[in-house]
């Protein structure tokens, strides 16, 4: 069973899933299948696990949806309990969060506890149609899949765009200049410039955290393993500027102006 986003029928295919998502977008038939298929693929080796798949009676999978229109902490205090012992039949863990955007407060920063001391067998699945209601910290540790713009990001050739953030991280001021004509092809869909850069520095943060390269893109590696002074705290921080820089849209904020300032930060930021 094979999911229907291009990025994770890659991911399936090379064994590279990855330990955290956000599937977010109005489609919420495509998002669901897609978030069974990965279920699938982490959990089903066998016959009988398949059959328990079909039924819905898999152990190793903890599914959390709201209440009365919220999920409570009492429901994320559920995560911690499950994610404390290891798999019962299958290999890994999964934690599906449907309506993820519905958490409460206390739900959320219980969840980023979970989300920022992972166990290599737990995945987590998060699936709303509302991502701007989620905190950004629980956004940043996930790999980010929109359905809003499939089709677009599907067509991004990334490699550009990676060459300029090289440059900035590498603090080259040339970077401005560079990057003017490239950038400005995304005025109109600004959203397929800024998942992949969210894809990135999320990726980079678990590349920091856990040194563990075998589920993450290895362009991005490449570049990652030229910046070894990156911290968490760097890039956390870059991370929330680029949601910053992101909302600026909302207000009809220049983009060539707010390209620059997002550019000229990760400059400033002791990444070399």
Excluded: H, W
Excluded at 78 to 103: G, H, W, Y
Excluded at 210 to 230: C, G, I
């Amino acid at each position: 069973m094979l999911p229907k986003n291009k990025t994770l029928i890659n991911q399936v295919k090379n064994n590279k899933i990855s330990n955290q998502y956000l599937l977010y977008g109005e489609n919420l038939n495509e998002i669901n299948y897609d978030a069974e298929a990965l279920i699938y693929n982490l959990l089903v080796t066998n016959s009988n696990l398949k059959l328990k798949f079909d039924r819905d009676k898999l152990s190793d999978l903890l599914i959390i949806e709201p209440e009365k229109n919220s999920i409570t902490i009492d429901k994320i205090r559920d995560i911690a309990k499950f994610v404390s012992t290891k798999p019962f039949e299958s290999n890994n863990k999964v934690v599906l969060i449907r309506q993820a955007d519905l958490m409460r407060t206390e739900a959320s920063n219980a969840l980023l506890k979970n989300l920022e001391e992972p166990k290599s067998f737990v995945y987590f699945i998060l699936l709303t149609d509302n991502k701007n209601k989620l905190l950004k910290t629980i956004i940043s540790r996930c790999q980010v899949i929109n359905y809003l713009k499939e089709r677009e990001n599907q067509e991004f050739d990334y490699s550009q765009m990676l060459d300029i953030l090289d440059k900035s991280m590498g603090q080259n001021l040339l970077t401005m200049l560079d990057s003017k004509e490239y950038l400005s092809d995304f005025q109109k869909d600004t959203d397929v410039l800024f998942d992949f850069l969210m894809e990135f520095y999320s990726s980079f943060l678990k590349f920091v955290k856990t040194s563990d390269e075998s589920s993450l893109n290895k362009d991005f590696v490449k570049l990652y393993k030229k910046y070894p002074k990156a911290n968490e705290r760097i890039i956390v921080e870059t991370l929330d500027k680029i949601e910053s820089v992101r909302g600026y849209f909302k207000v009809n904020a220049n983009f060539e102006l707010s390209m620059e300032e997002l550019l000229l930060y990760i400059m400033e930021e002791n990444y070399a």
